[in-house]
T-cell receptor
Framework: SQQGEEDPQALSIQEGENATMNCSYKTSINNLQWYRQNSGRGLVHLILIRSNEREKHSGRLRVTLDTSKKSSSLLITASRAADTASYFC???????????FGTGTRLKVLA | ETGVTQSPTHLIKTRGQQVTLRCSSQSGHNTVSWYQQALGQGPQFIFQYYREEENGRGNFPPRFSGLQFPNYSSELNVNALELDDSALYLCAGHRGQSNTEAFFGQGTRLTVV
């Protein structure tokens, strides 16, 4: 079963705009990670945020975590055509060892 | 560069055959996990190995098996291949068993015909 649900399923924006993707999950977690995947290739790790953290930044990426709402968001600022990819959230439920992925958001950045 | 490499990158097999996929992780990744990703879906957890022993399995039948070796390499074996086994298979290396980043390889695209 899917723990994480990304929203929206697909997003199309112009280069330079910001892109926001959301992830909701069902159970308490140890951490949540965001990954990028280009054209069915491997997953590239973007950011890990632990359950006791509320916000993290990495370059043009900003991730927030709201454990009370069981949700996270990924913001990509000043998007580029190279950001075109699928983005997945993966949660590590408390007391478990396996990451559970959502179905992803397909982001298309138009030049 | 994740430090995790998988081979082969692409593979075509016939239904009923057996396949072995390989993963090589960097030093310190004492945990390896395998995932199956069907087209248009998120990755699904197959199993995890920690210090050469399986310590967790997802909802996959016993014909999916694995091995982890002391040199941080591992294998995923699938027997009696079925058409639905066609997918991208991803290997991830971790430091420790949980609460750490998982670093993924580029995957092996398996097609069963």
């Amino acid at each position: 079963s899917q723990q994480g649900e990304e929203d929206p399923q697909a997003l199309s924006i112009q280069e330079g705009e910001n892109a926001t993707m959301n992830c909701s999950y069902k159970t308490s977690i140890n951490n949540l990670q965001w990954y990028r995947q280009n054209s069915g290739r491997g997953l590239v790790h973007l950011i890990l945020i632990r359950s006791n953290e509320r916000e993290k930044h990495s370059g043009r990426l900003r991730v927030t975590l709201d454990t009370s709402k069981k949700s996270s968001s990924l913001l990509i600022t000043a998007s580029r055509a190279a950001d075109t990819a699928s983005y997945f959230c993966a949660t590590l439920p408390s007391g478990t060892y396996k990451y559970i992925f959502g179905t992803g958001t397909r982001l298309k950045v138009l030049a | 560069e994740t430090g995790v490499t998988q081979s082969p990158t692409h593979l075509i097999k016939t239904r009923g055959q057996q396949v072995t996929l390989r993963c090589s992780s960097q030093s310190g990744h004492n945990t390896v996990s395998w995932y199956q990703q069907a087209l248009g879906q998120g990755p699904q957890f197959i199993f995890q190995y920690y210090r050469e022993e399986e310590n967790g399995r997802g909802n996959f039948p016993p014909r999916f098996s694995g091995l982890q070796f002391p040199n941080y390499s591992s294998e995923l074996n699938v027997n009696a291949l079925e058409l639905d086994d066609s997918a991208l298979y991803l290997c991830a290396g971790h430091r420790g068993q949980s609460n750490t980043e998982a670093f993924f390889g580029q995957g092996t695209r398996l097609t069963v015909v």
